[in-house]
């Protein structure tokens, strides 16, 4: 037995056989394993402690309503995730997985940002978590320093056979040769994808199953999307550009699908426990900064189109309400305004869910349009 452990400890899952399909495979697998370990201690930890959500946001007297019966739930349960992922991409990662290591910081920072935000609200009840100005704040900052550090790390795309820089270029997605250089404006350019993205499902983290689903389906396709980037031959032959080590990338995004799957395990309907900032602003944010390692930024626009649909419809109410004294939607997000038409709240996440998919299949089909 001892001699098997030591063969085991022994290998170097970073050299071949392991190549990036195979350690994505097992990443997924240990994450999806760590988080059902981890999970159920952590739950028992947070209703011990009485860290349960606070239903009662005194938005809307009906909503209050309609999710009285989450009181009693635990909160926080982003850590689950943090710490699933985490670990199993630490040990897989390859020598060129300095990226990963910037994925693991953006999500480390934006999961305590919004720990913090969590652990307000539960120590002051009455106060809705971080002011909002100051969250945006800190997300920004955040993603800006992850744009700044993208400057600095040597990596290369290769289009239409020309090998340039990656630097501070923005890359269309639908088309294997078109480029912009954007200089300075990156940096601030990265800030903002990873704090819509972040914002977007922490937006849309209000029912049971719905933001880990829904983003589990948009890290998938991005992870998919990177072992194919990340293979010159590959994506030589289905007429994308090639982007060096991004197959390492896609070993983060693995681990981060197998530690969501694992988180929805408990989070599925009835919910034992919800992911609250801690775990929504990191997973929005690593799926930003991923599309933006993959220089597929404008490529979420329409595989995250349940994420989009969310933001939008928050963003249209406020601005139809103070422009024009009117509502578009009975309630904002998007699937609370189907609450209040009558639908079931496992209806709602299981069809946003199949709009997910579509969204997925829609954008990965787009890519046969590149020219």
Request: proline share 4%; net charge neutral; aromatic share 8%.
């Amino acid at each position: 037995m001892i001699w098997i452990l030591h063969d085991i400890l022994a290998l170097d899952l970073t050299k071949a056989p392991f190549d990036a399909g195979s350690r994505c495979a097992l990443a997924a697998i240990l994450a999806f394993i760590a988080a059902l370990l981890f999970g159920r201690p952590f739950i028992a930890h947070q209703r011990r402690r009485q860290r349960l959500e606070n239903t009662e946001r005194g938005d809307s007297k009906r909503l209050d309503e309609l999710h009285l019966h989450k009181k009693s739930t635990p909160t926080m349960g982003g850590a689950i995730i943090l710490f699933a992922s985490t670990v199993p991409a630490l040990i897989l990662v390859g020598p060129g997985g300095s990226a990963v290591f910037l994925l693991i910081g953006l999500s480390a920072a934006l999961g305590l940002v919004g720990f913090l935000d969590d652990w307000i609200k539960l120590r002051y009840p009455k106060r809705k978590g971080l002011s909002a100005r100051g969250k945006l704040v800190l997300q920004l900052a955040i993603g800006a320093a992850a744009g700044a550090i993208l400057l600095l790390l040597p990596s290369e795309i290769r289009t239409g056979g020309t090998v340039e820089e990656l630097g501070d270029t923005l890359a269309f997605p639908w088309s294997s040769t078109w480029v912009l250089p954007l200089g300075v404006l990156f940096v601030p350019w990265v800030a903002i994808v990873v704090t819509s993205t972040s914002n977007a499902v922490n937006l849309t983290d209000g029912l049971d199953g719905l933001a880990i689903g829904s983003s589990t389906l948009v890290a998938a396709t991005l992870t998919a999307l990177a072992l194919v980037v990340g293979d010159e031959s590959m994506s030589a032959s289905l007429g994308l550009f090639h982007i060096e080590d991004a197959g390492e990338i896609a070993v983060w995004g693995a681990a981060l699908c197998g530690a969501s799957l694992g988180f929805l395990w408990f989070n599925c309907h009835p919910a034992e426990i919800f992911m609250g900032d801690t775990g929504s602003l990191p997973l929005g944010g690593s799926i930003g900064l991923m599309a933006v390692l993959l220089r597929h930024e404008l490529f979420l626009l329409v595989l995250g189109g349940v994420l989009v649909a969310e933001a939008l419809s928050v963003i249209l109410q406020v601005a139809s309400y103070r422009l024009f004294g009117r509502r578009i939607f009975r309630i904002a997000p998007l699937h609370h305004h189907f609450q209040f038409l009558g639908w079931k709240e496992t209806r709602i996440t299981a069809r946003f869910w199949i709009a997910g998919l579509l969204c997925a299949a829609v954008s990965v089909g787009s890519l046969a349009l590149r020219g």
